[in-house]
């Protein structure tokens, strides 16, 4: 770093990428200053410099020796990080003192803790501990250390299991008879990663419960016909709360999309069926994705909207960690419920190849996307003819 670089920042003040500290004495208060900016996008600390912008004096002295500046800096980093980081430092000599650059990149094993098992992340130029639980499940759900699929259900047990529906499912599945398989159902729905300890999770639930939204409503979808262009709260034409297992709330959502569109000849003649006028292939593709990839940490439903002009699909949660419109345009994914899309291909007409948006886009090229990640919606809209 250049010394005008470095005068330029430092008269700018602090901020959410630059932190200013007169001297380190204390590695725990070190150790958290590195941990917020390994969760928070990475920045530079600057020892040295007081918070009015002044310099502190720092001499070579303080930089080296057993209890130095540099030796203290590699001890934080390495054993008060939890996981242990690498920074960098740069020692600037500035007129009235030395100045120590440390620069911290943004962490790529999140989140990170100190000793004392804190989780700090930046706030404005100022830091501030993670204290509640959701911000939490979204930190490790971004990390990939936790899914919302595989949270358990409360309440539902395998006592909960649709019988008849798994003994069909397992027996297409697997060859076999439920009963041939030899293992109680508890272990098999454990082995299956739909249970544990006799209880089922989001995902086991929602496969295959006789009633998952009795102990889970807010994972349903909420679908409302409405006349014109606008939300109207009284004047609708067709609202239904679309229930069940996914595989019937895909078969109700589908059902319903269609029957508020128009039917449009095709070319078999006047006397032929007429068809949706959004192809049933975009639907499929696109709902199936909805109930697969929503963010299950959110007790919200997915929503469809049909328009005079539109239709729309919300669903709870913006794309995943980096994730963008343009990777899913070119077939990129990131699998948010592994245990759902891995039983999806089986139940649903999805793939599971991260290019089900794309098939949805050739069948019927009028849909848009939008992730909106301050209102925490991923939303697709297929403008009608």
Excluded: C
């Excluded at 007129?95 to 990170?112: A, E, F, H, T, W």
């Excluded at 706030?123 to 949270?151: C, N, P, W, Y």
């Excluded at 995943?320 to 139940?347: D, E, W």
């Amino acid at each position: 770093m250049e010394t005008s670089e470095l005068l330029e920042i430092i008269g700018r003040g602090e901020d959410g990428k630059h932190q200013f500290k007169a001297n380190i004495s204390n590695g725990g208060s070190l150790a958290a200053e590195i941990v917020a900016f390994s969760n928070s996008g990475g920045g530079q600390i600057f020892i040295g410099v007081n918070d009015d912008g002044t310099r502190s004096g720092l001499t070579a002295e303080n930089l080296t020796g057993k209890h130095g500046l540099n030796q203290l800096i590699s001890s934080v980093a390495s054993d008060q990080v939890k996981p242990a980081v690498n920074v960098s430092t740069e020692n600037i000599k500035l007129l009235d003192g030395l100045v120590v650059v440390v620069s911290v990149q943004d962490g790529i094993s999140k989140p990170y803790f100190d000793n004392a098992g804190v989780i700090w992340v930046k706030s404005g130029a100022d830091k501030r501990k993670v204290t509640s639980r959701e911000e939490m499940q979204r930190m490790f759900q971004k990390a990939g250390l936790v899914h919302g699929d595989e949270i358990a259900a409360n309440g539902v047990t395998t006592a909960d299991i649709d019988l008849d529906y798994f003994r069909r499912f397992y027996q297409a599945e697997y060859g076999e008879e439920l009963a041939q398989s030899g293992i109680p159902l508890p272990q098999l729905l454990e082995n299956m990663n739909l249970a544990s300890e006799g209880v089922l999770n989001i995902a086991g639930s929602l496969l295959f419960s006789r009633t998952p939204n009795v102990r889970l409503p807010a994972f349903i979808v909420k679908a409302v016909a409405f006349p014109g262009t606008t939300i109207e709260e009284s004047n609708y034409l067709d609202s239904k709360d679309l229930t069940g297992k996914i595989a019937d709330i895909f078969q109700k959502t589908i059902n319903f999309i269609i029957s508020n569109l128009r039917s449009v000849q095709g070319e078999g003649g006047f006397n032929t069926l007429g068809e949706a006028e959004i192809p049933r292939e975009a639907l499929e593709e696109l709902v199936a994705n909805a109930l697969i990839h929503r963010d299950y940490f959110i007790s919200a439903p997915i929503r469809v909207f049909v328009f005079q002009d539109r239709v729309e699909i919300i669903s709870p949660g913006h794309l995943p960690n980096n994730l963008t419109i343009q990777n899913v345009l070119k077939g990129n994914s990131n699998i948010r419920n592994p245990i759902l899309a891995s039983f999806a291909t089986r139940i649903l007409p999805y793939r599971g190849l991260g290019s089900g948006i794309r098939r949805a886009i050739k069948a019927y090229p009028q849909i848009s996307l939008v992730d909106d990640r301050e209102g925490n919606l991923f939303i697709v809209t297929l403008s009608r003819r």
